[in-house]
């Protein structure tokens, strides 16, 4: 796949998915509404946007290097090549851990009971998807390099040096 087309296809998928999930059913939980409160509530909104930040930047990231190896995050349009660049020299699954590390940071910014559920929902689906489909995938399309990968590089808490 040309770099521009999986680019596209990237860029398409992430505001499917992601978008979805890190940005609409949020919205529709609490509607965005910042409650108001003293320097305790500041303070905890001040660590969501962090949270947030942290969130997005290697799930962001992640999707650039997919577009680089001329393919998609997607299961329909994957690359030819293992990614194992960016964040993923850290941890296996950086999308999935962006996505609840900037649900959980909305959680604190909106001060969301709701959303802290909702986070432990979408982990519990993401790990299930990956241990009965991306993993048997990857390792049937990748062979040997992804089974040495998975031996490396965890699955949920990243390591402190890249591999």
Same mark, same amino acid.
Not at 23 to 47: C, K
């Given at each position: 796949?040309? $770099?521009?087309? !999986?680019?596209?296809?990237?860029? %398409?998928?992430?505001? +499917? =998915?992601?978008?979805?999930? *890190?940005? &609409? #059913?949020?919205?529709?939980? $609490?509607?965005? !509404?910042?409650?108001?409160?003293? %320097?305790?509530?500041? +303070? =905890?909104?001040?660590?969501? *946007?962090? &949270? #947030?930040?942290?969130?997005?930047?290697p799930l962001l990231h992640a999707f650039t290097q997919f577009a680089r190896a001329g393919g998609t995050p997607a299961p329909v349009a994957p690359t030819e090549h293992l990614v194992v660049t960016g964040f993923n020299r850290y941890v296996r699954n950086p999308m999935y851990v962006g996505l609840v590390l900037a649900i959980l940071g909305q959680a604190l910014l909106f001060r969301s009971p709701e959303l802290v559920v909702y986070a432990v929902i979408v982990w519990i689906a993401t790990a299930s998807f990956v241990l009965l489909y991306e993993q048997p995938t990857l390792t049937r399309r990748y062979g040997n390099q992804y089974e040495e990968y998975k031996l490396n590089v965890p699955a949920w808490l990243p390591r402190l040096r890249p591999w």
């Open positions: 796949m040309r $770099t521009t087309v !999986a680019s596209a296809g990237s860029a %398409a998928f992430f505001v +499917v =998915a992601p978008g979805t999930v *890190v940005g &609409l #059913i949020p919205w529709l939980i $609490t509607g965005w !509404a910042l409650p108001h409160g003293g %320097a305790p509530l500041r +303070v =905890a909104q001040a660590v969501g *946007v962090v &949270l #947030i930040a942290a969130g997005l930047i």
